[in-house]
């Protein structure tokens, strides 16, 4: 019996251990989402009619249904899809996001716009149902357009 220490190391055996380790990349996709979706930026020339500028930029479009004319800010459809599209803007007396539709498509107001206090943001999601060659426009009313990003998420409807 030892009593108040250590004893000296003793041998008593030995222990084996076998695992086995799988290294695997995550698969996360890195549109947010939908696999059917774009989000697009406005960077340069933002007015109130053109909240995503004469020069959007696209962090990704994943859908071929829509092309977007840069110089109108039209987005036009080529098939038939339903697609929620989520707006937010910066700037000056923001009061609200507007959605014109045309050739058909059918908007329906998922969430009010909602601006801050101040007016110098606002937000408002929709949801739009779009035929082959449909559109959508998408202007602001403010005195200025300091920022804007546009979210789409595309269904294909059959």
């Given at each position: 019996m030892i009593v108040g220490g250590n004893a000296s190391a003793v041998t008593l055996g030995e222990l084996w251990v076998d695992y086995e380790v799988d290294l695997l990349?995550?698969?996360?996709?890195?549109?947010?989402?939908?696999?059917?979706s774009a989000l697009?930026?406005?960077t340069t020339g933002m007015t109130a009619?053109?909240?995503?500028?004469?020069?959007p930029t696209s962090a990704f479009s994943n859908f071929p249904?829509?092309?977007?004319?840069t110089s109108t800010g039209v987005f036009?459809?080529?098939?038939?899809?339903?697609a929620e599209i989520a707006v937010y803007c910066q700037g000056t007396n923001l009061t609200n996001i507007g959605f014109a539709s045309g050739g058909g498509s059918v908007l329906t107001s998922l969430i009010p716009a909602i601006a801050d206090a101040a007016a110098t943001s606002i937000s408002r999601v929709v949801k739009v149902q779009l035929?082959?060659?449909?559109t959508i426009d998408i202007s602001a009313t403010a005195t200025t357009v300091?920022?804007?990003?546009?979210?789409f998420g595309i269904y294909e409807l059959s």
């Open positions: 990349t995550p698969q996360n996709e890195s549109t947010g989402g939908s696999s059917l697009y930026t406005g009619a053109l909240p995503l500028g004469t020069a249904f829509l092309s977007l004319d036009t459809s080529s098939a038939k899809v339903s035929y082959p060659g449909s300091t920022s804007c990003v546009a979210r």
